[in-house]
């Protein structure tokens, strides 16, 4: 006699969608011991990369950012399901998913970033005024509120994260350089940035490496905000999806 059981990963996601309910006022937060479980939660903090004196961590040129927007989270965002039940969000998920691919960035951070371009989404909707105008008080309520639980779901599949997926990138994007040649670096990534994605803009690269001075955090911050700017930087690809009914964690 078989069993009729639903796998288990099932019975986590109904779990999440009763959590993020319930959650109203910060469903982002784990249940005590949940996160644990998971390898991760929300204040778990993950290292920086780190290279040996004299060296120092810098981006690696080309960029190689790739996201699959908010069905990556570690692997369990195959989850959420058809990407119609998060499209207000998605947007934020692949500027997460490209933070963590910047070397040096900060996961907690590149997460709080992601909360707040959600939680700015939800709010602004409905996406258009003829939207706007063709629905009901009550339906344009119902359409935030649903938006909210996403992201409530969201933003707890990537506490539960841990710090793998953050890591695996940092070990990917970075090269460690000699200290003596980091703004050399820099002014080459910036170059080559707008080289690639903006060659009219090729003039602004040497105020940004004055502004810079060699400092990675400032440089960090900037490349940042190329890239938000710049959507292209990011290759948007699709999650490949397991049979979810052959699934079993």
């Known amino acids: 006699m078989t069993s009729q059981r639903l796998p288990s990963f099932l019975c986590l996601l109904l779990a999440l969608f ?15 011991g949940m996160g644990n479980m998971f390898g991760g939660g929300p204040d778990q903090v993950c290292p920086t990369y780190s290279c040996p004196k004299p060296y120092v961590p810098i981006n690696k040129w080309p960029l190689s950012i790739t996201s699959t927007g908010c ?4 692997g369990m965002g195959m989850m959420l ?58 339906e344009i309520k119902k359409e935030q509120d649903e938006c909210g639980k996403m992201k409530s779901i969201v933003a707890l599949l990537g506490n539960m994260g841990g710090c793998n997926e953050y890591d695996e990138h940092q070990r990917r994007t970075c090269e460690c350089v000699d200290k ?25 690269v040497k105020g940004l490496v004055e502004k810079v001075q060699g400092k990675r ?11 938000k700017k710049y959507p292209a930087a990011i290759k948007k690809k699709e999650l490949e999806m397991p049979d979810p009914m052959k699934m079993d964690l």
């Open 217 to 227: 955090s400032i440089f960090n911050k900037i490349l940042y905000g190329l890239v």
């Open 71 to 74: 069905q990556s989270n570690g």
């Open 18 to 32: 009763a959590v993020a309910q319930a959650n109203d006022d910060d469903g982002s937060k784990l249940p005590p």
């Open 180 to 204: 003596d040649k980091v703004g050399d670096k820099m002014e080459r990534v910036f170059r080559n940035f707008y080289k690639k994605f903006n060659p009219e803009g090729a003039e602004k």
């Open 81 to 138: 399901g058809g990407k119609s039940s998060y499209k207000h969000i998605e947007q934020c998920c692949h500027l997460k998913n490209a933070c963590y691919q910047l070397c040096g960035s900060n996961k907690q951070t590149c997460d709080a970033e992601m909360e707040k371009c959600m939680e700015k989404n939800c709010k602004e909707l409905p996406d258009s005024a003829d939207e706007w105008d063709s629905m009901s008080g009550e």
